[in-house]
């Protein structure tokens, strides 16, 4: 391969693709993660923009290397004889496979269809992987790992939200005195919100940059300030007047006002999440490239730099702003009815088994968590509920897109080596 091909070129096409690999992301995966706050009108489309604008980032920053990392060299051994003969191989398939994922989240985006995009960065991986170097360059271990996590998250995110939504049900909605209920129930709920989410942010900076904060300082911090949460909740519900609810239809909705607030906190937690597992989708391989571009080849430890999180983290905030709005209406509104306790029960199992998920280094897909968890707060009101045919539709379209992104990737990267 002629190595006097302009390295700014490369440079500069890689930032261009990755930026489009970002904003394609924006559009359709931070838009499912959004889409329940929006739905349920807990929050309009500039302020989502806004919340996912900043978790978002602080996701990617804090906990995002352990993904990209895997996306890097995890699913493709870039150390193989024809790579480390050839490093440019490897860049160009790198370039191929962040061009195919980035199309085909794009035509799925257009027809308002909540796909998974890391099953989209990881297939058009392993195409191009094949092409170039043949099946044992694949780490099939990883993949079956991966693999694994794709089936089994939407599924437990699915039987968390179930399980949320039905507590909701068992010890407010359904009593007698729904809003007495919720008095003594939401306190309870707040702590546990806050416990959860504080303790699974810190577990997720271990092994991080950030130096180890030791266990009982984190249970400390975690503890007091759920307590103060808890508090704050129990003020402001004994504060509200309760002489304007005279009928059950009020009392609902003087809790779902309520959840509105909560559901606000899960949106934060979830664009953490997301953050903290899929700006690494368009990110990794990017910074693979720069590496081999700087050094000759792919180092054994790469440093990912901030500003390569920042251009991922702003291409996805603007991939939400200008086309989000397709699959937040398919999120919020086909699935089932969208209210703040069901969006609450949704978000809140999403963001966890997410960011469990980054914890582990798996690149799981945060728009099937999602979708699993929505499915899950509508069946717990029936399998009516739920719109079966927009299921059906998600679901084949999840099923093809590791395929369909290899197949592209493979195409795209034997055009690259013939031009190139």
Not at 7 to 31: E, M, Q, R
Request: hydrophobic content about 55%; overall charge positive.
């Amino acid at each position: 391969m002629d190595f006097t091909i302009p390295v700014i070129l490369i440079g500069g096409s890689t930032l261009a693709i990755a930026f489009y690999v970002a904003w394609s992301i924006g559009a359709n995966d931070l838009a499912n993660s959004m889409g329940t706050s929006v739905g349920s009108k807990a929050l309009t489309i500039r302020k989502a923009i806004i919340i996912a604008g900043i978790f978002e980032f602080m996701g990617a920053v804090l906990v995002g290397s352990h993904v990209t990392t895997t996306l890097q060299k995890g699913i493709v051994n870039p150390y193989t004889p024809v790579f480390t003969s050839d490093p440019y191989l490897y860049i160009y398939g790198m370039l191929a496979a962040l061009l195919a994922a980035a199309i085909w989240i794009s035509i799925s985006t257009y027809f308002s269809l909540p796909i998974s995009t890391s099953q989209s960065i990881v297939g058009a991986i392993i195409g191009f992987g094949i092409i170039a170097a043949g099946v044992s360059a694949v780490s099939w271990g990883k993949m079956i790992e991966i693999g694994e996590s794709w089936i089994l998250s939407p599924i437990i995110g699915a039987a968390l939200a179930f399980f949320i939504f039905l507590i909701i049900k068992k010890v407010i909605l359904d009593t007698n005195k729904p809003f007495q209920s919720a008095k003594k129930s939401l306190p309870f709920f707040t702590f546990t919100l806050f416990s959860v989410i504080l303790f699974s942010i810190f577990k997720s900076l271990e092994c991080t940059s950030f130096p180890v904060i030791p266990l009982y300082i984190v249970l400390t911090i975690t503890i007091i300030v759920s307590i103060i949460s808890a508090i704050i909740t129990y003020i402001l519900l004994n504060r509200y007047k309760t002489t304007k609810i005279k009928t059950d239809t009020e009392a609902y909705h003087a809790i779902e006002h309520f959840f509105i607030y909560l559901q606000i906190i899960t949106a934060c937690f979830v664009a953490f999440a997301h953050g903290s597992n899929d700006v690494a989708n368009a990110i990794g391989p990017l910074a693979a490239v720069i590496d081999i571009l700087q050094n000759g080849t792919l180092q054994s430890v790469i440093i990912c730099p901030i500003w390569l999180i920042a251009l991922g983290g702003v291409g996805i905030i603007v991939g939400l702003a200008t086309w989000g709005h397709k699959v937040i209406v398919t999120i919020g509104e086909k699935i089932t009815e969208i209210t703040p306790t069901r969006g609450f029960s949704a978000e809140f199992s999403t963001a966890l088994v997410v960011l469990v998920c980054s914890r582990l280094g798996l690149p799981v897909s945060t728009s099937q968590v999602l979708v699993g968890s929505v499915i899950g707060v509508g069946l717990a009101k029936g399998i009516a509920a739920v719109d079966l045919k927009v299921i059906k539709k998600i679901f084949i379209c999840w099923v093809i897109t590791v395929p369909v992104s290899a197949f592209t990737a493979a195409i795209i990267f034997l055009g690259l080596t013939l031009i190139l």
